[in-house]
């Protein structure tokens, strides 16, 4: 087999999206696959993103003008010359945080074909890098729960959405309560979404 001496720039920019989000299944499924049911986060998970990320230009421009505002007033009223900064530090850090939430929204999917079980999720302390996990088999446990996070239950309270813990094994019953053993959770889904998943996983698709 003769050795590659040449660099595939195209592959490597492949490799390197992959690193950072799933790949798109319909360019990588086998003979005879086909795609049933695809599950992302709920909407409000990538509000941010959508809001200053794909209007980047108008966001900069607001950015632009009220820096330049608070520096001309920092000059004129002889205020100290760090508050001019200040606007530009809070439109960085909200492009940041949008950012994150962006790379987060994507990381996170949930794919069944006619032959795998597909769970897409950030490295666990390895941000910005994600993981797929590909299962034969279809999980035993489906287990919508609350998030612990007090501002994304604020947000499930009023959409519906839960946390869904997806497990291979069976409820493990401790001090009379049940959890779910070795479970991927998946956060913030969308409860017609949790219906759809539960429809393929349960055998009445």
């Given at each position: 087999m003769p050795i590659?001496?040449?660099w595939d720039f195209s592959a490597s920019l492949t490799n390197i999206q992959d690193s950072f989000k799933p790949s798109d299944l319909e360019d990588r499924l086998m003979p005879g696959e086909e795609l049933q049911l695809e599950i992302h986060l709920a909407w409000?998970?990538?509000f941010l993103g959508r809001l200053l990320i794909d209007r980047f230009s108008w966001f900069l421009l607001v950015a632009a003008?009220?820096?330049?505002?608070?520096a001309v007033l920092t000059a004129t009223q002889n205020y100290h010359w760090g508050i001019a900064f200040i606007p530009a530090l809070l439109?960085?850090?909200l492009f940041l945080l949008a950012f994150y939430q962006r790379i987060i929204y994507q990381q996170y999917r949930?794919?069944?074909t006619n032959a795998r079980f597909i769970v897409s999720i950030p490295q666990p302390n390895g941000f910005p890098l994600a993981d797929n996990i590909e299962l034969k088999g279809l999980p035993q446990v489906v287990d919508p729960n609350w998030s612990k996070s007090f501002i994304w239950r604020v947000f499930q309270f009023f959409t519906g959405a839960r946390d869904i813990y997806i497990s291979l094994v069976a409820y493990q019953f401790v001090e009379g309560t049940a959890k779910v053993g070795g479970a991927l959770i998946i956060p913030d889904v969308m409860p017609e979404d949790i219906f759809e998943l539960k429809r393929h996983v349960f055998g009445m698709a």
């Open positions: 590659r001496r040449y409000y998970r990538d003008v009220v820096t330049f505002i608070t439109f960085a850090s949930v794919q069944k």
